[in-house]
């Protein structure tokens, strides 16, 4: 395996796990996945981004974390980590033959805030904001993934007037279930319906909008965990109660309807 790291716009970058073709693995592309992690835009939790990247390499894809911008770094900051991820897709797109991905099979599957990132995204990629990004590159999700995502910044997160103010003067325009439309990539989402810090208000907000736009989805709400559950094993477990075996199947739950869907 190669492990790269591929600078964007300073300090963002991406951080690559890179199978490579041999005589055991036949296959000469893999899919490919991005990881848009949490950490409340002012951090990513980079040993657990690693964790999860590699799951994924272990499940046969090429798998990525993307370290975007944080509020410490631009004020304020939104749309700049939904810009980094545009970049990030760019770069697998223009790199594929050397990565050895598909570019037809290109999943971003974001986190907490990096749901947030990616919701936004996945209804906003066509929109010339975000294609002077890389106007000659097709900047369109194959599928995406939302885990305990935040869709909207007025539905139970951030907690406070100050943290939105650092974020953006214009909530409203990054609230990710008005943006849903046709172009959506499916999406597959799951929560845990008594999460303390993202409501899982947020995710059944999306799901409508889905729904409601002809979107293919799959959805699992689990009934117990705290929030940032990532793998919600032993690898990525926090604390005590963020070992879930129940809701730890929501990997394999993923990549079976990645299979089916790319």
Known sequence: MQITTIPLTAPAYLRGYLRQPDDNTP?????????????GYTHIPEAQAETLALA??????????????????????????????????????????????????????????????????????????????????????????????????????????????????????????????????????????DDPLVPTQNSLLYLSALAKNKVAYEAHIFHHGPHGLALANAQTAWKADADQPHVARWLDLAVEWLHETL
């Open 56 to 193: 994924f390499v272990a499940r046969g894809f090429q798998a990525f974390y993307l370290r975007y911008h944080f509020s410490t770094e631009v004020s304020p900051l939104l749309p700049q980590p939904i810009l980094d991820l545009a970049a990030a897709i760019s770069q697998l797109r223009h790199n594929a033959a050397k990565w050895h991905l598909d570019p037809d099979k290109i999943t971003a599957a974001g986190f907490s805030v990096g749901g947030h990132v990616v919701s936004v995204y996945n209804g906003s990629w066509q929109q010339p904001w975000l294609q002077q990004v890389a106007p000659a590159t097709d900047l369109k999700l194959n599928a995406a993934i939302l885990g305990y995502p935040v869709i909207r910044l007025d539905a139970g997160w951030p907690p406070t007037a100050e943290k939105l103010a650092s974020l953006t003067t214009q909530p409203t325009t990054l609230a990710a279930d008005q943006l849903v439309n046709t172009a959506c990539a499916p999406t597959f989402v799951w929560h845990t319906a």
């Open 27 to 39: 296959q000469t592309t893999f899919p490919a996945v991005i990881i848009v992690p949490g950490g």
